[in-house]
């Protein structure tokens, strides 16, 4: 069982910054790939970025790539967002995703979300 706490949200001015963390605690046995999604109200849930379990690879969705970066501190069992550049649009939710990896069994963990409102 692994539990995730978003924190770092707020509201900003477009152009502004801000960076989420995502703290998580619990099972410490099988390796985690953690990722970012996003949700504005009536939308669907959206991948934002990811990191691979040993942080060697990350990705991003086109609509934030070059503004946000996705960092992980292993000693602190943090994950985090750097969001620099913030636009109207990407006011929403923002949720931490853990997944496990092989060996381990296939599980997936989220947080309760943080909300970010960025206002033009």
């Known amino acids: 069982q692994v539990h995730l706490v978003e924190s770092g949200g707020g509201s900003v001015q477009a152009g502004g910054s801000l960076r989420l963390s995502c703290a998580a605690s619990?099972?410490?046995?099988?390796?985690?790939?953690m990722s970012w999604y996003r949700q504005a109200p009536g939308k669907e849930r959206e991948f934002v970025s990811a990191i691979s379990s040993r942080g060697g690879s990350t990705t991003y969705a086109d609509s934030v790539k070059g503004r946000f970066t996705i960092s992980q501190d292993n000693a602190k069992n943090t994950l985090y967002l750097q969001m620099n550049s913030l636009k109207p649009e990407d006011t929403a939710m923002y949720f931490c995703k853990a997944q496990s990896v092989w060996p381990c069994a296939t599980q997936a963990y989220w947080g309760l979300g943080t909300q970010v409102t960025v206002s033009s």
């Open positions: 619990g099972d410490r046995y099988c390796n985690y790939a």
